[in-house]
């Protein structure tokens, strides 16, 4: 059967999974009806179906022939703690969660693949679909890692793509080595002296030192990192006091920290540490911080990346191919799997009219005519890789 004849086919039905997802939107770990309705359709599709790594996680393996090679492809599947606002007629039906970053349209994507291939059976080789849980919060892909993922489903390879709203629609873009920042957040608190605002001679106040320490972290990435090593420090909450004449016994500082580099990484983390104690010191108070290291770098390897490039011209023409000027600092878990596998991860662009939603935005909606460029370029992405 030719691919776009396959496609065509099976489109209606898809665009009902993947409103059907939206509509039924799950967090993290807990995707229970979304991995249920996966593997029932990969096992009617004669996939050999596994389930339960990472609670939820879910891997559909297919073989063709006799060849030894084997690839893998990701779709996550969890939504967000997000309250919709978008006013369709398939919105979530659960309070406070939504799909906001397109993972319904990522696990639909890879159900049309997987029946594409089943189809077809055009492939000489392995080919494991792995469906990951939590991917927004737990780290559902090192969960699967951590728990055998690739010593049960042995890849040769794998491959994960996003959607992407700020790039022109059915735009492939891509780099090798670094594609996505590794995200940390430090919890400072301040320890002072509360006492009557009337009376501040008699306290310590963590607001002023705690303000002092904002601005002082302002100087790490200008005068402390390299101008060519990218990199982020930002003071995303301060939580401090209650009225105008109360001054509090503490203040707390919540910090988003992003870089590529493991050196700068862990410079960061030294001198905002250093600073914080520091200037806590200087003000006759202490300070605590929490320092939670949370995803490492996505790191594309140049031999996928270049066959991911190589293919994609193939499939849109090089004019819809384009090698990314600088990576995102946005961060993604798909980076255990290429800390373990060689393999490539990319965008796929969805802009048509300019007005459309960023990800992680309460109006934002998945764009369905995008669909089928996703399940004709995973099919064509396997075959050609288990045809080598």
């Not at 309705?37 to 790594?53: D, I, N």
């Not at 919890?187 to 320490?213: F, N």
């Not at 209650?242 to 910090?255: F, L, T």
């Amino acid at each position: 059967m030719k691919l776009s004849a396959s496609i065509d086919n099976a489109m209606p039905e898809l665009v009902a999974i993947r409103r059907d997802f939206h509509a039924h939107p799950e967090l993290g770990l807990a995707e229970t009806r979304t991995s249920a309705f996966v593997a029932r359709h990969l096992e009617a599709l004669g996939f050999e179906v596994t389930t339960g790594l990472a609670k939820t996680g879910v891997v559909g393996t297919l073989s063709c022939g006799t060849g030894s090679r084997s690839i893998g492809i990701r779709a996550d599947m969890d939504a967000l703690p997000i309250a919709e606002e978008t006013g369709l007629d398939y919105a979530s039906k659960t309070p406070g969660l939504m799909h906001a970053c397109g993972h319904d349209g990522h696990t639909a994507m890879l159900l049309g693949a997987a029946r594409a291939l089943a189809e077809r059976k055009n492939f000489n080789g392995t080919i494991h679909l792995i469906f990951q849980p939590a991917e927004e919060n737990a780290g559902g892909a090192k969960i699967m890692v951590d728990e055998g993922l690739f010593e049960r489903f042995p890849c040769d390879a794998v491959f994960a793509l996003h959607n992407e709203p700020n790039l022109p629609f059915g735009q492939f873009a891509l780099c090798d080595g670094p594609i996505m920042a590794a995200v940390d957040e430090a919890r400072i608190t301040v320890h002072g002296r509360g006492g009557h605002g009337a009376e501040p001679q008699e306290t310590a106040d963590p607001i002023v030192c705690g303000a002092s320490i904002v601005m002082a972290l302002q100087t790490v990435v200008a005068r402390n990192i390299h101008p060519m090593d990218p990199s982020v420090v930002t003071v995303g909450a301060f939580h401090a006091g209650s009225a105008s004449n109360i001054i509090p016994e503490r203040a707390e500082i919540v910090v988003g920290i992003r870089s590529f580099d493991p050196a700068v990484r862990d410079e960061l983390e030294r001198r905002i540490r250093m600073i914080a104690k520091s200037q806590a010191q200087s003000f006759g108070m202490r300070a605590t911080v929490d320092y939670e290291r949370s995803y490492d770098a996505t790191v594309n390897h140049k031999a996928e990346t270049d066959f991911l490039r190589e293919t994609a011209i193939r499939f849109a023409g090089a004019d819809h191919v384009v090698d990314l000027q600088r990576p995102f600092m946005g961060s993604e878990d798909f980076a255990y799997m290429l800390k373990e596998r060689p393999g490539s991860y990319f965008f796929l662009g969805s802009r048509v009219t300019g007005e459309e939603k960023s990800l992680h935005h309460p109006g934002y909606n998945f764009n369905d005519d995008l669909l089928p460029i996703g399940v004709a370029f995973w099919t064509e992405l396997a075959e050609a890789y288990l045809a080598r």
